[in-house]
Nanobody, 124 residues
């Protein structure tokens, strides 16, 4: 079976850090890219960051570039999202996703598997 499980969400003050984790039950060599998306109430799901599984190449949305860092631990089948300098507008449900193959990194329709999401709330 395929399973992605996020953890690490919670309430944090503006300016503070938070680290999200996503553990995958799938065989990592079968995945081309893993990424993070987020969705706030009443808004569309938006791309946050992605990483190629085999080589570790990273990609970021302009809104988080310089503040967020995506990484992976190959042996643990886990991807992380280190979030620093958090802002209230970062508040959303954050989803981990994985793609076997993908054409556009930032397009959620290109991803094959999704986690259940973890809530991140940033207070002023």
């Amino acid at each position: 079976q395929v399973q992605l499980v996020e953890s690490g969400g919670g309430l944090v003050r503006a300016g503070g850090p938070l680290r999200l984790s996503c553990a995958a039950s799938v065989r990592t060599f079968s995945m081309f890219v893993m990424g993070w998306f987020r969705q706030a109430p009443g808004k569309v799901r938006e791309f946050v960051a992605a990483i190629t599984w085999s080589h570790g190449g990273t990609y970021y949305a302009d809104s988080v570039k310089g503040r967020f860092t995506i990484s992976r631990e190959y042996v643990k089948n886990t991807v992380y999202l280190q979030m620093n300098s958090l802002k209230p507008e970062d508040t959303a449900v954050y989803f981990c996703a994985a793609a076997v193959t993908i054409a556009t990194m930032s397009n959620p329709k290109g991803y094959d598997y999704w986690g259940q999401g973890t809530q991140v709330t940033v207070s002023a």
